[in-house]
């Protein structure tokens, strides 16, 4: 099993920054990937960002130029630097770890961000 803590969500205001931490802690990470992923209320849950066991990191294109995802997956640690955040930003942000075997999908807890206007 693997257990997935995320911190550094909060209230912020327009144009402010933020940066969120994730921590996994459990099995040993083999050939996994990193990301985030947000649910707004009363919307599905949707990407955000992700970062390879090789180091490769893809942004979701609405976040891109404002949404950095690194980290260093072997070590099992997970930030994401958020600038410039608009309202349209707010919801709950999930660490995800994903990895290559049968049922290797796991969730932390969620860590709110609110943006006010």
């Known amino acids: 099993q693997v257990q997935l803590v995320e911190s550094g969500g909060g209230l912020v205001q327009a144009g402010g920054s933020l940066r969120l931490f994730c921590a996994a802690s459990?099995?040993?990470?083999?050939?996994?990937?990193m990301g985030w992923f947000r649910q707004a209320p009363g919307k599905e849950r949707e990407f955000v960002a992700v970062?390879?066991?090789?180091?490769?990191?893809r942004t979701e294109d609405s976040v891109k130029g404002r949404f950095t995802v690194s980290g260093d997956v072997r070590k099992r640690l997970l930030y994401l630097d958020m600038n410039n955040l608009t309202p349209e930003d707010t919801g709950v942000y999930y660490c995800?770890?994903?990895?290559?075997?049968?049922?290797?999908?796991?969730w932390g807890q969620g860590t709110q961000v609110t943006v006010s206007s």
């Open positions: 995800n770890a994903h990895g290559l075997a049968p049922g290797a999908d796991y």
């Open positions: 459990g099995r040993t990470f083999r050939r996994y990937a």
């Open positions: 970062i390879t066991e090789g180091g490769a990191a």
